[in-house]
T-cell receptor
Framework: GQQLNQSPQSMFIQEGEDVSMNCTSS?????WLWYKQDPGEGPVLLIA?????ELTSNGRLTAQFGITRKDSFLNISASIPSDVGIYFC?????????????FGTGTRLQVFP | DAGVIQSPRHEVTEMGQEVTLRCKPI?????LFWYRQTMMRGLELLIY????????DSGMPEDRFSAKMPNASFSTLKIQPSEPRDSAVYFC??????????FGSGTRLTVV
């Protein structure tokens, strides 16, 4: 099935550093979502974006819906150890016009103290 | 609110056996989704229901997989017969109308 291209695949950073990850698609999306998955758990929604150009923050997290509607990025500022996990982008493709959600391949984040 | 409840959390079964995974969505949510997660293929949507009716099952890998939602508070995903390549984590998620999905904690299936 279709997946979003997410990069980087993994990141190893020092506590306090900022993190940036992005997601791209060849087709247009209605919404962009960012999830975090902790080991042994299901994905948990972090941020939802609904309009092209929208920039939304949730604490130390900031995400943007790309102007072309084909990409999105997530930034984490001043990382802390509990930021460790896998981050997924996801979206509702325009062409489906349903609740069908397509997921990115994930970015595995490791934070060292 | 207990969230989306999946059972069992872990299942180990022998190849050829029938496996049934269960999901209780959040009360009042009208859409339910079954996903499969593997290292190779990531998170894949298998099937989703809206108001207990299957809407899109194009992600169901083959006829060995079937899903039912007999009522608004219960859904099952069945694999018969199971194969080692079915080993994965299976997630259920539910969504209120027009809103965003909440995921369960998943069922880790191992077929040996």
């Amino acid at each position: 099935g279709q997946q979003l291209n997410q990069s980087p695949q993994s990141m190893f950073i020092q506590e306090g550093e900022d993190v940036s990850m992005n997601c791209t698609s060849s087709s247009i999306f209605n919404t962009w979502l960012w999830y975090k998955q902790d080991p042994g758990e299901g994905p948990v929604l972090l941020i939802a974006l609904y309009k092209a150009g929208e920039l939304t923050s949730n604490g130390r997290l900031t995400a943007q819906f790309g102007i072309t509607r084909k990409d999105s990025f997530l930034n984490i500022s001043a990382s802390i150890p509990s930021d460790v996990g896998i981050y997924f982008c996801a979206g509702h493709p325009l062409r489906y016009n349903t609740d069908k959600l397509i997921f990115g391949t994930g970015t595995r984040l490791q934070v060292f103290p | 609110d207990a969230g989306v409840i999946q059972s069992p959390r872990h299942e180990v079964t022998e190849m050829g056996q029938e496996v049934t995974l269960r999901c209780k969505p959040i009360s009042g949510h009208n859409s339910l989704f079954w996903y499969r997660q593997t290292m190779m293929r990531g998170l894949e949507l298998l099937i989703y229901f809206n108001n207990n009716v299957p809407i899109d099952d194009s992600g169901m890998p083959e006829d060995r997989f079937s899903a039912k939602m007999p009522n608004a508070s219960f859904s099952t995903l069945k694999i018969q017969p199971s194969e080692p390549r079915d080993s994965a984590v299976y997630f259920c998620a539910s969504t209120p109308l027009g809103r965003l999905s909440t995921f369960g904690s998943g069922t880790r299936l191992t077929v040996v």
